[in-house]
């Protein structure tokens, strides 16, 4: 892969340097110390889901595998570390062969989890595995906390077409992020180009305010964008006055008008009339869109109203109230010794304040009732119960260093649909609530 | 500047792409109409400050200004945009030869800015301004919203270092910009060695729980880290018991120890501990750097306890409660034909629901009490009051196309500093209120 197919910041050259600066310096003593090369088991998981969420949504996973795949530390990189000193000559050359040669396995990208849910984990050397640390945890608790918000508002649309239009509410770069991650969680289409050429997302867009003022009147404009786009265009109706609006548009684009965008004032009322209107126009297979700060709450609230389609930006991209999940990277099992046949010992942090772990190399698995729904997260360190063995939720995903699992975005997005419907129905109500299974250690 | 140095996601080639699908509909519908030529005034501003916020931060400008340097439509994202048939060939010709050649003014960067603030002014053709108004708002929104974040953080710090260490919380690149509008907004320095490589902002970090738990005693962690590190290293001590691991950490590295890192607990309770234990060792000038989900609030509430530095994470980098600011970019004059000599005249959405706007070029000045502290944000359409020339906060940009305002981070850092003591006291007060400045319209 070139360097400039990268998601880099100017004159960054790799992913290396996604990662903060005191993974380098543990490198360096750990060299010394010649604790370095102890194999190593880290595992991303969150110790609770943000405040009133029913479950969470695995996502970026195929996103981290590119960053793996390009941690490298180049002449540029190295220069820059050497320059400020950050490490010595040593750990420089150790940097300058780093290729990630260990195993990855986690929840597939798309998949449910819950508090403790052992997301993803990370095998290899200490030396190599401490520093994916930051870049892993960007990737899914960005993606992750943009898909749960997607997940919940695409339940709360009830199969009606949800586009994404929040790049200008995030940085340029984590709304291709989001777009990608809003697709996974159930969205249709996104107005971001950059994440249809990335991507492949769908992409979609008609015009804005803008276009209808710099026009004389509102009529010229909806002729303009007709003529232009056709009139199975969606025509934007609350310039100035919107029952005038809506005349006008299924008077010049005809029955035959695509859509008409209502992107202000009280949705469900101007929703309800501009309807009446259309179909007392003859227009009754024109559409209706409508797009003002829509959340899961409002989009659910519109389940009535003659909408068929809603395009969301700012809660969407910022996870709804949530844009971040607290996912963690702890080491949780690591060798006696550098000796490669050491056993492993399992580690967790002791002190008191609500951060401890639970030490081990863990597995998941879902367990199900009689009628086939989820009830239970059950993870453990031992060997796996027989009637867990089938419905065990960590697959391979990096195999000695080598990407195993790469797979195509509407295959994520399937898995989702399927993961949430096998929820208990609890799972998409949108009030407040405890995660909706429990997580149980064996 | 080359592709390789822009801030791009994988095969995007230029910053052309973070651009809604909608904007090149609407270029390609006024091209057609022979619209897209008229003279046009985009403004960026905001309706409304953050609930509850006194002040905003601008951050991003620098940012804007590359990105507008390299919005160029190269073969590859023309052939994008004809494969999936986005716009037609008139347009794809237009496009090729784009390059922003407006003129482009101003709040400088780190200023301050209130509700209705004309923040950035962009003008030129309608087609060459309405392609920028997604990647403009992009950079805008997301960096201010940290920047502002950051801002209150380091008023409630009152002197006391910041470290930004929030990558891992944010999208990877998200958290390059965001270790950036941190500094702006008065941190120190960033754990993010993306950002120190980029923006050449200070990076600093030492260790984490991993080190300690790979090691088989604490005390082993303990020494390779001073062995590798120095005496003047910052030990983590909160693995176990605190109290022990001071202990031991003086024992080795001595009173010259650097720092002790506390990450959970009750802080101000165990920042007092720890500060009378090192005192009773003779470590006196170790200092005490606290991080555990720091925000604002937390930050001014240990303001009296004996703690030298803070680690701040996830809640700067997502704005802390507000991830997002709800900048607009809106076309508020244009002229009556494409005439280049045409006037102009103002415009501006008239429909009900909260979202209109107010018409025509704006200029905007900070009015001065007679003592020198600002007591209003004086905004207008027509001549500036004699009185206010010389307090307008409008600067040039870009000029006909050519960036004319470089400025290094440290600069926009200390103007923030100076825009900030400039504001009433009561722009510092974490409680929630107005805007410490009303906005008037003249």
């Known amino acids: 892969m070139d360097v400039a197919d990268l998601g880099l910041p100017v004159d960054v050259p790799s992913t290396a340097l996604f990662t903060d600066h005191y993974e380098l310096t543990m490198l360096k003593a750990a060299l010394a110390a010649g604790t370095a090369e102890r194999r190593s088991v880290f595992e991303v998981f969150t ?16 996103r981290v595998l590119d960053a793996v795949e390009n941690f490298r530390f180049d002449a540029g990189v190295l220069g820059f570390l050497r320059e400020r000193g950050i490490v010595d000559e040593e750990t420089l050359r150790w940097l300058a062969g780093y290729r990630f040669s260990g195993d990855i396995w986690g929840y597939p990208e798309g998949e449910v989890y819950f508090p403790g849910s052992p997301i993803m984990r990370v095998e290899g050397s200490f030396a190599e595995c401490v520093l994916l640390e930051t870049v892993i945890l960007s990737i899914l608790n960005h993606d992750s906390a943009v898909a749960a918000a997607a997940s919940r508002m695409s339940s709360a649309a009830d199969g009606r077409p949800l586009i994404e239009m929040g790049a200008r509410r995030t940085h340029e770069l984590a709304a291709v992020a989001a777009a990608r991650a809003a697709y996974v969680g159930g969205f249709t289409t996104t107005s971001d180009l950059a994440a249809g050429f990335r991507y492949g997302i769908p992409t979609v867009g008609t015009s804005a305010h803008a276009f209808t003022l ?31 609006a809506v005349r006008v548009a299924v008077e010049i684009a005809g029955p035959e008008l695509g859509a008409v965008r209502i ?6 009322l101007v929703a309800h009339r501009v309807r009446q209107q259309l179909d007392e126009l003859g ?31 700012t809660q969407v991209v910022t996870g709804s109230g ?20 050491a056993p492993l010992v399992p580690v967790a942090k002791k002190s008191t304040g609500g951060k401890t772990s639970i030490g ?25 119960p027989d009637a867990l063995v089938d419905r065990q939720l960590l697959v391979e995903l990096v195999k000695g260093g080598q990407v195993v699992a790469r797979e195509p975005l509407d295959v994520v997005r399937d898995r989702h649909i399927t993961a949430r419907a096998a929820l208990p129905l609890s799972a998409t109500q949108l009030s407040r609530g405890e995660p909706v299974l429990p997580t149980e250690y064996v």
């Open 214 to 244: 710099l026009h004389d009147r509102e009529r010229d404009a909806f002729r303009a964008q007709v003529e232009s786009m056709g009139r199975g265009t969606t025509l934007l109706v609350d310039t100035y006055d919107v029952t005038e």
């Open 360 to 384: 081990g190399r863990k597995w998941a698995a879902r367990r199900l009732d009689e009628h086939g729904v989820a009830e239970a997260e059950v993870i453990g360190t031992g060997p796996v």
């Open 47 to 62: 110790r609770r889901l943000p405040e009133g969420r029913r479950y969470g949504v695995v996502a970026g996973t195929g």
């Open 263 to 268: 992107d202000s004032g009280d949705l469900l």
């Open 283 to 313: 227009a009754t297979k024109t559409k209706i869109i409508v797009t003002s700060d829509l959340d899961e709450y409002a989009i659910a609230s519109l389940r009535a109203a003659p909408v068929d389609a809603y395009g969301v930006g």
């Open 322 to 341: 949530h844009p971040t999940c607290s996912m963690v990277y702890k080491l949780v099992a690591r060798a006696e010794s550098a000796d490669p046949k």
